[in-house]
């Protein structure tokens, strides 16, 4: 069984929409990032959550540890923020390694 | 400060044939991570070090992939031979922490290696 799963893998959207993406997990963790892949490929880290919600601009993420589930959604979705979004998790325990989501492909249309 | 740097941006070589990447991660930086990523198995990350020492190697795939960081500042991950199947973007990231608010990673811009 995977310890993350991350949904939908890919989401196409009209500009405007409001868009949420998901992450759960299975194991105990100590933070959660969400990153952002543009087509370029570059890759900027978006927020780094251990609790609670987090908001940049547009970007609103948010992580519920009981539930082992974390969100990212964006309001007003403009065509730039087509990416790749990708949650990455540390283990809370064990070896410090990072668990990476499948990511989801965010396609915004004009 | 100019960010992560990573060299060259762009490699391809031919099967058998020795790799270097190269990575400067951002000043005052005490973590250092190596990621490979495909199309088939997304992100993943290979090594990390802290304050120039490696934590985590458990994900180098192999004895063929190793990474050193002789100073704050300078990291390289080799591939020695290198082959088809190890073509992939390498990305370098740094942070400033492991825990706590300051573990945000900034990530250089990426090595594309082709192995022919």
């Known amino acids: 069984k995977n310890e993350v799963e991350q949904s939908p893998q890919n989401l196409t959207a009209q500009e405007g929409e409001f868009i949420t993406i998901n992450c759960s997990y299975s194991?105990?963790?100590?933070?959660l990032h969400w990153l952002q892949q543009h087509p370029g490929g570059g890759i900027v880290s978006l927020f780094m959550?251990?609790?609670g919600k987090k908001k940049h601009g547009r970007l609103i993420a948010t992580i519920n540890i009981q539930e082992k589930h974390s969100s990212l959604h964006i309001t007003a979705s403009h065509p730039r923020d087509s990416a790749v979004y990708i949650c990455v998790f540390q283990r809370a325990q064990g070896a410090q390694k990072l668990v990476f989501g499948q990511g989801t492909r965010l396609t915004i249309n004009p | 400060d100019a960010g992560v740097i990573q060299s060259p941006r762009h490699e391809v070589t031919e099967m058998g044939q020795e790799v270097t990447l190269r990575c400067k991660p951002i000043?005052?930086?005490?973590?250092l991570f190596w990621y490979r990523q495909t199309m088939m198995r997304g992100l993943e990350l290979l090594i990390y070090?802290?304050?120039?020492?490696?934590?985590?190697d458990s994900g180098m795939p192999e004895d063929r992939f190793s990474a050193k960081m002789p100073n704050a500042s300078f990291s390289t991950l080799k591939i020695q031979p290198s082959e088809p199947r190890d073509s992939a973007v390498y990305f370098c990231?740094?942070?400033?922490?492991?825990?706590?608010?300051?573990?945000?990673?900034?990530f250089g811009p990426g090595t594309r290696l082709t192995v022919l």
């Open positions: 000043s005052g930086h005490d973590y």
């Open positions: 070090f802290n304050n120039n020492v490696p934590i985590d």
């Open positions: 990231a740094s942070s400033l922490a492991w825990a706590g608010v300051s573990n945000e990673q900034f």
């Open positions: 959550l251990s609790s």
């Open positions: 194991v105990g963790i100590s933070a």
